[in-house]
Nanobody
């Protein structure tokens, strides 16, 4: 069983930056694909970014965040990060960290474990 705990959300203004963190426990972190998804009120959960298991070098981004968001992982700290720059009002959502035992994917059903989420609110 993998436990994921997100942190770093908050209320910011458009154009600001935030860094989300997701601490994992209960598994060999380096062997998991890690992903970030988000869900705004009244909308479906959508893919944001994903990073393959350690050494794969594979990273995916949603088109809506490409060039503004950066996903990274620190296997020594069992933590995955999402650096979010140039935030926009449309980035407002609950952000969820996820872990998968499978190959990197943009599909939520490929992920086996989920955190409780952290809220990001961007005021315009």
């Amino acid at each position: 069983q993998v436990r994921l705990v997100e942190s770093g959300g908050g209320l910011v203004q458009a154009g600001d930056s935030l860094r989300l963190s997701c601490a994992a426990s209960g598994a060999t972190f380096s062997t998991y694909t890690m992903g970030w998804f988000r869900q705004a009120p009244g909308k479906e959960r959508e893919f944001v970014a994903a990073i393959g298991w350690s050494g794969s070098g594979t990273i995916y981004y949603a088109d809506s965040v490409k060039g503004r968001f950066t996903i990274s992982r620190n296997n020594a700290k069992n933590t995955v990060y999402l650096q979010m720059n140039s935030l926009k009002a449309e980035d407002t959502a609950a952000y969820y960290c996820s872990a998968s035992r499978s190959y990197i994917s943009r599909t939520s059903s490929a992920y086996d474990y989920w955190g409780q989420g952290t809220q990001v609110t961007v005021s315009s």
